[in-house]
């Protein structure tokens, strides 16, 4: 297993500004550069937070073994409107990363994972990703877990079992989340 993990635009030390058209060009790109070295069978597309709907708009521009959405929201407007009722967030927000507008048109295998006391993105958002989302799909429910805890509480034990690659058990001994998943 390799790994390719991209610096957008204005995060992490990277130069320019963070825009939406910006953060799409930069993940056409470094796929773009991948798939010269690599099949894209073998690609599998991932996001987890903010990159989730950079990763869904890759996945239907794209082709690629599978796409692994981690924390996903339907769309920063909808996390934004939750936060600010008040304010027509809809209505000022230039980037709103509409998931839940396009990720009916991915055409490759989709894992959800999210934990139901994610403090950050609702988990009833990724829920409903998940419910759009064409089949094969599968939604893990980490019990417990929030934003920043999934990878802590096991989260790599289901991407394998999803990937069919073998697994070794990564979670922390004293933090495995229990999981419901649902197939579809």
Sequence with gaps: M???????????GSTGRPSEAGLHTDARAAYDWL????????????????????????????????????????STADIAAKAWPWLPVRWLMLDQYRSRDIIDQVGMPVLIVHGDHDSVIPFAQG????????????????????????????????V?????????????PDHKADVVVIDR
Aim: proline share 5%.
């Design 2 to 12: 390799g790994f390719l993990a991209i610096g957008y635009r204005g995060h992490d």
């Design 35 to 74: 798939v010269r070295r690599t099949p894209a069978d073998h690609i599998i597309i991932h996001g987890f937070s903010l990159g989730t709907g950079v990763a869904t708009r890759l996945a239907i521009e794209r082709p690629a073994r599978a796409l692994i959405l981690e924390a996903p929201y339907t």
């Design 127 to 158: 829920q409903t990703l998940f419910d759009l989302a064409r089949s094969p799909k599968r939604m893990v429910r980490m019990v417990g877990s929030n934003h920043s805890t999934l990878t802590r509480d096991g989260l790599y034990d289901h």
């Design 160 to 172: 394998w079992r999803f990937l069919d690659l073998p697994a070794a058990d990564t979670a922390a």
